[in-house]
């Protein structure tokens, strides 16, 4: 059994969001499936860090989903900030079992443990580096480092090494994200994927070791839609 993991996917599947008019972005949901298809077995687990659907909703979503749930491997699912779909993981459980998508699992205030990895993660949240950050966004960044440390916390009562998953990035060009770095580190974090950044923004994305941690970019674009081994 191996883990993957692969952000943005963007699906539209069943709305009319055209992700083709961006470069990079011509027929990338087949070549999201077979890429996925060629690599993923069934026993295989894919973390997919955020920006999963267009859909506004878990009914509009529904098509993203069944396209996902048909593709081998467990799917754990965590929000991105394009995600407006997502509701509590009590309601979006209960709408995966009723749909009958037994693949997928939302990672939200909790971790996994798959061969000898604790998956933890969140969404994260928009940072600068000029303290200029507006009350608002830093009310959202301290939710979501609340929810990193309780994603950290529950991990601690598994055994692996802890991998932390996010959406947006902690630490992109000169850039830092204090609120989420500093618990990465008061955990002992290694590894650490993300998603979010695009285009020509990639090249200013952090992909090597900062701060004794290693940082990778895994968006769809980005990967070429080929989900990342990580073991």
Avoid at 128 to 142: F, N, Q, S
Wanted: aromatic share 12%; hydrophobic share 40%.
């Amino acid at each position: 059994m191996a883990v993957f993991t692969i952000a943005d996917p963007h699906l539209s599947l069943g709305g009319s969001k055209a992700m083709e008019i961006f470069p990079g972005w011509d027929g990338y949901v087949a070549l999201l499936e077979a890429n996925w298809r060629a690599a993923v077995a069934p026993e295989d687990t894919v973390v997919l860090a955020g920006d999963i659907s267009w859909g506004m909703s878990l009914e509009e979503s529904l098509d993203d989903f069944r396209f996902l749930d048909r593709l081998p491997g467990r799917k754990l699912i965590l929000k991105g900030n394009h995600d407006y779909w997502w509701t509590t993981k009590n309601k979006m459980d209960r709408f995966f079992e009723h749909e009958g998508l037994s693949t997928l699992q939302i990672l939200h205030n909790n971790a996994f443990a798959v061969e000898g990895l604790i998956l933890c993660g969140t969404r994260g949240w928009i940072f600068d580096g000029e303290g200029t950050m507006k009350p608002d966004d830093r009310k959202v960044l301290a939710r979501e480092a609340g929810r990193l440390r309780a994603s950290l916390e529950a991990g601690r009562q598994l055994e692996g090494e802890p991998v932390v998953f996010l959406h947006y990035p902690p630490v992109y060009a000169s850039q830092i994200c204090t609120e989420i770095l500093d618990l990465l580190c008061a955990y002992g974090i290694r590894r650490c994927y993300y998603g979010h950044i695009h285009g020509p923004a990639c090249r200013y994305a952090v992909n090597g070791t900062a701060f004794g941690i290693e940082f990778r970019l895994v968006s769809g674009d980005f990967l070429r839609f080929q989900p990342m081994k990580i073991n």
